[in-house]
C-alpha cells in the first residue's frame, strides 16, 4: 500500500510541474489545440473605432486587427478593459500583450512602450453646442472643458489652459465627458475627430457642431500598443503594411465611415 501511494505521489509531482511550466513566463495564452493566442486589450468605449455591441466588441479597429492577424497567420482576441488598465498592463507585458484602442503615437508614449507602424491618420475636434462662440482651440481658454484623462486631448488642451486649470476637466472616458457637456457641465469637448463625428451623427437632435482647427490640433497616427522589447512589432508591421496597401484597409475604412481613405500622409508616415 506504501509503494503504491509514493507511485501516486510521484505521478502527481510530476503533473503539478508540467502545469506550473504550461504557466510559465511566456506573454501569450494558448487556445484549446495549443496555438498561441495574442491577446488584445481594448477601451471599447471609441466608437466607431471600437464599442460593445452588447457582448461583442465591433469598430473599426477591431476589422482591421481581424485583418492583419489572419495576413499574419496568427489567432488572436480582443477583450474590453478600460483605458487605464490597457495602459498599465500592456506595460507589464504579461496578461496582454498588446493594446488596440486608438492610441496616438506621441513621443511621450514611446518611453514607455513599443509601437506598431502608424495604421490611421487622426486629429482632434472641438465639440460644442450649436450657437457657442467657440470657433478655435484658442478659444477654449477661458471655457470648461471636458476631455479623457490621459488622452492626447488631455495633453493638448492642458497646454493650452494650464496644466492646473480647474475648467480643464478631465474625465475616465470619452462617454462621460461628451455627457457632461449635454448636461451643460462643459462648454466643449476635445477628443479624436472619428469619435466626434459619430456622436454628433449619433445624436442629431443634441444640435452639436464638430470643430476642426488644423493649426493647433495637428494629425495625430493610431498605432498598436506593445510593452518595450517585444517581439509582436517585428511580426506585425509586415502584416499591417501588407493590409494597408492591398486594398483590404481601404475596403474596412470605407465600411465605417463611408468614404474611400487619403492614404498618402500615412504611407509617408509609415
Known amino acids: 500500500m506504501k ?20 504557466c510559465g513566463s511566456d506573454n501569450a495564452s494558448s487556445g484549446s ?86 495604421y490611421f491618420e487622426s486629429t482632434n475636434m472641438i465639440m460644442v453646442k450649436e450657437g457657442s462662440d467657440i470657433k478655435s482651440a484658442l478659444d477654449l481658454k477661458e471655457k470648461t472643458v471636458a476631455v479623457q484623462t490621459a488622452t ?14 480647474t475648467k480643464l476637466k478631465r474625465f475616465d472616458s470619452n462617454a462621460v465627458a461628451m455627457m457632461e457637456l449635454d448636461n451643460g457641465g462643459a462648454d466643449a469637448v476635445v477628443a479624436d475627430i472619428a469619435i466626434v463625428r459619430e456622436y454628433i451623427k449619433n445624436n442629431p437632435n443634441m444640435k452639436l457642431v464638430g470643430i476642426t482647427d488644423t493649426p493647433n490640433f495637428g494629425s495625430e497616427y493610431y498605432g498598436i500598443l506593445y510593452p518595450k522589447g517585444s517581439e509582436l512589432k517585428a511580426k506585425l508591421d509586415p502584416a499591417i503594411q501588407k493590409v ?10 470605407k465600411k465605417w465611415f463611408g468614404e474611400a481613405p487619403d492614404l498618402t500622409n500615412l504611407k509617408n508616415a509609415q
Open 152 to 165: 492626447t486631448a488631455d495633453e493638448l488642451m492642458s497646454k493650452i489652459m494650464g496644466v492646473g486649470n
Open 33 to 118: 489545440n495549443g496555438e498561441t493566442v495574442v491577446k488584445f486589450a481594448s477601451d471599447a468605449t471609441y466608437a466607431p473605432m471600437e464599442y460593445m455591441d452588447k457582448d461583442t466588441i465591433k469598430g473599426f479597429d477591431i476589422d482591421f486587427i481581424d485583418a492583419v492577424m489572419k495576413e499574419a497567420g496568427m489567432k488572436y482576441e480582443v477583450v474590453n478593459t478600460g483605458w487605464d488598465t490597457m495602459l498599465e498592463s500592456v506595460k507589464q507585458g504579461t496578461e496582454y500583450q498588446a493594446g488596440l484602442s486608438a492610441v496616438s503615437i506621441t513621443d511621450d508614449r514611446k518611453q514607455t512602450y513599443d509601437f506598431s507602424v502608424p
Open 244 to 253: 494597408v496597401d492591398n486594398g483590404k484597409y481601404e475596403e474596412i475604412y
Open 3 to 22: 509503494s503504491r501511494n509514493k507511485w501516486v505521489m510521484s505521478a502527481l509531482v510530476a503533473m503539478l510541474v508540467v502545469i506550473i511550466a504550461g
